[in-house]
């Protein structure tokens, strides 16, 4: 078994609706999306996937330079948008394994089914 791992780095600002901390205002991170993918076998070229070609598809779903509220209907939660960049990876990789979403160096989501 393989396992293809690949980092996109986005910047992006939110806030965050219904939150019981303190009071949430527009404010940004630098996000780095962790994607795994799995792979039993390798293709023709000797390969599990074509990195640039995973790395061209992640950096198409994800909202770099965006203020997400207005990008998404669902409150934007590092916990929904790794759940829901998890659902577009596996329409193109359906093997994809989990994907952490780091929202800060120190704090990430990882989702998986």
């Known amino acids: 078994m393989y396992k293809l791992i690949a980092k996109v780095k986005f910047s992006s600002a939110h ?4 939150y019981k ?14 994607v795994h993918i799995k792979s039993e076998s390798l293709n023709e070229e000797e390969i599990t996937y074509d990195f640039l070609e995973v790395e061209e ?27 829901f960049f998890f659902n577009q990876i ?3 990789y359906p093997n994809v394994e989990k994907v952490i979403l780091w929202e800060t160096e120190n704090f990430a989501i990882e989702y998986s089914e």
């Open 21 to 34: 901390g303190k009071p949430e205002e527009i404010h940004g991170h630098n996000y780095v999306l962790e």
């Open 15 to 18: 806030f965050l609706r219904s």
């Open 90 to 92: 596996k329409k193109r």
């Open 57 to 83: 598809y992640i950096k198409s779903i994800v909202p770099d330079r965006k203020f997400l509220n207005k990008v998404y209907n669902f409150n934007p939660t590092c916990e929904n948008l790794a759940k």
